[in-house]
């Protein structure tokens, strides 16, 4: 998507060689103008598959679905990170390990709101060793429902998580791939 695309290259950091800061944009000041252009996009994307729910996780992604549902008009569901005494006992629970935190957590939905005949988007903000999406494609088979695809803002395209959930037959549609970040020069795969 050109618009993203330009929007990370002129104002994205590159922190390292493998983060991209995007928080001028999209995961703590949000462009919602950008968001709602990224929203139809995933509904371009994804309309023919007769999604019932959009999935996602706290907090980065919460955003960017809630968007994209207005398009869908489904509800969006977000896993929490947290066990809280106003969450649900009857859970289902995931655990992910964070890239960009460098520990395991577990994620929870309670069971009420994926069912069996739900057929579910996942959708985030960036995808790096995809742990966070399989996370919750696994919370989804928990519940006996589809995965109807894996919506992503931002793929980087030089680590595994692309090639993981796509070897297991998902359908990941990213809306820019970033191909590499050498010497802080951000490239993108067509
Ligand atoms: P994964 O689970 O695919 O390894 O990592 C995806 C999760 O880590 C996303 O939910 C996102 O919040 C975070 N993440 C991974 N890479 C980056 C990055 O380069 N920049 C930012 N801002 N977040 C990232």
Known sequence: MELLKQRIL????????????????LNHQMDVQLFNEMGKEFFRLFAHKNVTKILTIESSGIGIACIAAQYFNVPVVFAKKTEAKNLDSDTYLAEVFS????????????QKYINPNDIVLIIDDFLANGKAALGLADIVGQAGAQVAGIGIAI??????????????????????????????????SE
């Open 10 to 25: 002129k104002d994205g950091q590159v922190l390292g060689n493998d983060i991209l800061k995007v928080d001028s944009f």
């Open 99 to 110: 890239f960009t935190k460098g520990k395991t957590y577990s994620v929870r939905v309670s």
């Open 155 to 188: 793929e980087k395209g030089f680590q595994d998580g692309g090639k993981l959930l796509r070897e297991k037959g998902l359908e990941v549609q990213s809306l820019a791939i970033v191909q590499s970040m050498q010497n802080g020069k951000i490239s993108f």
